[in-house]
């Protein structure tokens, strides 16, 4: 998740040396707050935040939400509790989510259908997937269904409504002082909506808890495996480290909270801006709709399949091209643990904080020609031949990368490809105007019209 504060003094990190620091400003989205309150940096190479540890000071604001998870924790903490989480991502776990995507996707379809039918052809993509993401993610993490796309949900309503409360403080500088916070009536719904998500969080735990066998926790796990029912909360349940001690519940909870926050607006912020560019750019939608078409031609029902997501290689190529253009999480921030050198000489000194751009990076001229064209074709694998690896880094990189990056990827190309195969994106009249918060949003929504295909068209 991004550090939130880009200011204009912010310099963007590119994998060249001697950026035009100045073009880089410009091309960064606009500063959500005038200033942070400590040192800022701009690294002239991506390289040194491969290193360097998280800067706390940016995620205090989640952290009674999100407690001492992947995200916000540090240190030796994290270090195990990052080794006893990344099973939970192996191919294997995630195999059987495809079915739990494809159901989330069939639902927000039926919706779009059905408003369709009643003459709403003017959807905001950004509401109706965040919405599908967090259905999949509550049934993925806990294997619960609160039907959040038919019917409102308590708790989800409370994980969006702590997701623009936080994004909100954040622009109110004032507010930053948790005294003066907790007595508006803002703070005291972060309270309310912060207790919400905790207690259904404990309660699943709880309730798994109970129903474990008191004996042989581990075979009754493994069968769960088998049979392909594995949930996020049985892997943290099941997860040891080296001398064989598990997670308490309260890291359980953390770690459980930090994927629904994580996982939905990231996600969601990705479909969303991949279905713009396509809807900007028909001759691209066509392509990809032609090969989801060939791909599940003579299949019934159309399902994508595990081994499929390595048959969509335009789809690919849209989807990294769209992340390059509108990446979700625009901005990360490390602190220095030693003098860093940049590749001109000059030297970040320890215990700076550095904001590293990664929209600038997205966006730097010398490695990205004409920034600001979706161009799927840079991904073809002809062209990514001597690009850095960390000239394209949406889900930042080195050890505190994104952890769900493969869930993402996953979750993205079979909605999207679904999507294109139900519906025809066309553009809004009104040009988006980019909204950098938690991550990258669109002022107003992002509206889009969608045109179901007939049977025969799909
Ligand atoms: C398109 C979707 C996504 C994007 C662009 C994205 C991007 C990122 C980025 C840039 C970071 C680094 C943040 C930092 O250094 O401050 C990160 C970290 C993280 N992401 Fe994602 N993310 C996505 C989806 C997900 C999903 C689906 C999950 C979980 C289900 C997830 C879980 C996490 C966690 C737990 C971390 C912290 C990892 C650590 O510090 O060890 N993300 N993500």
């Known amino acids: 998740m991004a550090a ?28 959500m707050f005038p200033a942070a309150p ?14 360097a540890p998280k800067d706390v000071h940016f995620y205090d604001f989640l952290k009674p939400w999100l407690g001492d998870g992947l995200l916000l924790s540090a240190g030796d903490k994290w270090n195990s509790h990052r080794r006893m989480l990344t099973p939970a991502f192996h191919f294997n776990i995630l195999k059987p989510y495809m079915k739990i995507f494809t159901k989330s996707a069939d639902i927000m379809h ?21 919405l599908m993401t967090l259905d999949s993610l509550q049934k993925c993490v806990f294997s619960f269904d609160s039907n959040c796309q038919e019917k409102p949900s308590e708790y989800i309503a409370a994980i969006l409504e702590l997701s623009a409360l936080v994004a909100k403080r954040h622009q109110q500088i004032f507010l930053h002082v948790d005294l003066l916070y907790y007595l508006t009536p803002d703070g005291r719904c972060f309270r309310r909506a912060c207790r919400l998500v905790h207690d259904f969080t404990d309660a699943v735990i709880q309730e798994r808890r109970r129903t474990l066998p008191s004996q042989g926790i581990d075979d009754f796990l493994k069968a769960k495996a088998k049979a ?23 890291d359980i909870r953390a770690e459980a ?40 031609r ?45 590749p001109d000489g000059r030297v970040i000194p320890k215990g ?61 190309k079979v909605v999207l490809a679904l999507t294109l195969l139900r519906f025809r994106v ?21 509206w889009l019209r969608v045109e179901p295909l007939g049977a025969s068209q799909q």
């Open 298 to 342: 003579d299949r019934e029902p159309k399902e994508i399949e595990w081994d499929d997501l390595a048959q969509l290689p335009f789809l690919t190529m849209c989807i990294k091209e769209s992340l390059r253009l509108h990446p979700p999480v625009t901005v990360i921030s490390r602190r220095c643990t030693q003098d860093t050198v940049l």
């Open 110 to 130: 039926a919706k779009w259908q059905h408003l369709v039918t009643e003459g709403h052809t003017h959807l905001d993509m950004f509401e109706h997937i965040s």
């Open 228 to 250: 392909k029912t594995l949930d996020f909360i049985d892997v943290l349940l099941l997860t040891k480290d080296e001398d064989g001690k598990g997670l308490s519940d309260e």
């Open 4 to 31: 939130p504060a880009a200011g204009r003094g912010l310099l963007a990190a590119g994998p060249r040396p001697g950026l035009d620091l100045h073009l880089l400003q410009q091309l960064s989205p606009p500063p």
């Open 352 to 412: 700076v904080i550095c904001l590293i751009s990664i929209f600038g990076t997205h966006h730097n001229p010398s490695v990205w020609p004409d920034p600001e064209v979706y161009d799927p074709f840079r991904f073809d694998p002809e062209n990514i031949k001597g690009r850095s690896p960390l000239a394209f880094i949406p889900f930042s990189a080195g050890p505190r990368n994104c952890i769900g990056q493969s869930f993402a990827m996953t979750e993205m």
């Open 257 to 296: 909270d930090t994927f629904m926050f994580e996982g939905h607006d990231t996600t969601a912020s990705g479909l969303s801006w991949v279905l713009y560019n396509l809807a900007k750019h028909p001759e691209y939608q066509e392509r990809c709709r032609q090969e989801v078409q060939e791909l599940l």
């Open 38 to 51: 400590k040192t800022q940096l701009v690294l002239g190479s991506p390289g040194p935040a491969t290193v």
């Open 426 to 446: 066309l553009p809004d009249k009104e040009e988006p105007r980019r909204k950098p918060e938690l991550i990258l949003r669109v002022e107003g929504g992002l």
